[in-house]
């Protein structure tokens, strides 16, 4: 069964420092999302990307966070200057042209600011 | 505004004990709801979802759950409970034209054999 991945599955960086979290999608999917879950709480919607461009983003993705789609396999989420209240896990998910919610995620980056 | 409530943070049930994990949520429209599962270090499992037409949805690994739009609950539900089955279990709904998801914040099951 197709996957999407993410690397690195764990990253730890120190506080101010930028950090790319990477994924790639499924080959045949067209809509991209990204969700964190900060230890011990629920899952968030960060922000979705479709056809180069973010189509959604919620409250948490300021100008801090930043997306990109700098080839046809990858999916990038950038964080520019961490903090350490951004240390959660982040999972990557895409979906394909239905539109009927045909998510799958990736297992995840724990990213850890220090 | 669109949400999700899971009661219960941590339920321990008997291994071959019944499970009843319960979600109800807050919808203008018809919604769009689904079951999730994470296992510790690992991502998120679809376990089953719910669309439209029959309200009892049968999904992987033995799981059920049944919408009920007058209570605004999407119950999953395990006749048998399984060891394995210990993890954590996140009700959803799919939100707004690019189907974001918002979840609830999670029930953790525990097992005893």
């Known amino acids: 069964e197709p996957e999407v991945t993410q690397t690195p599955s764990h990253q730890v960086t120190q506080m101010g420092q930028e950090v790319i979290l990477r994924c790639v999608p499924i080959s045949n999917h067209l809509y991209f999302y990204w969700y964190r879950q900060i230890l011990g709480q629920k899952v968030e919607f960060l922000v979705s990307?479709?056809?180069?461009?973010?189509?959604?983003k919620s409250e948490i993705f300021d100008d801090q966070f930043s997306v990109e789609r700098p080839d046809g396999s990858n999916f990038t989420l950038k964080i520019r200057s961490t903090k350490l209240e951004d240390s959660a896990m982040y999972f990557c998910?895409?979906?394909?042209?239905?539109?009927?919610?045909?998510?799958?995620f990736g297992s995840g980056t724990r990213l850890t600011v220090v | 505004a669109q949400s999700v409530t899971q009661p219960d943070i941590h339920i321990t049930v008997s291994e071959g004990a019944s499970l009843e994990l319960r979600c109800n949520y807050s919808y203008g429209a018809t919604p769009y709801l689904f079951w999730y599962v994470q296992s510790p270090g690992q991502g998120l499992q679809l376990l089953l979802k719910y669309f439209s037409g029959d309200t009892l949805v049968q999904g992987i690994k033995g799981f059920e759950a049944e919408f009920k739009r007058s209570q605004s609950s999407f119950n999953l539900r395990k006749p048998s409970v399984h060891w394995s089955d210990a993890a954590e279990y996140f009700c959803?709904?799919?939100?707004?034209?690019?189907?974001?998801?918002?979840f609830g914040t999670g029930t953790r099951l525990k097992v005893l054999a």
């Open positions: 959803a709904v799919g939100a707004g034209g690019t189907y974001k998801y918002i």
């Open positions: 990307f479709y056809n180069n461009e973010i189509s959604e």
């Open positions: 998910a895409s979906r394909n042209r239905e539109k009927n919610y045909g998510y799958t």
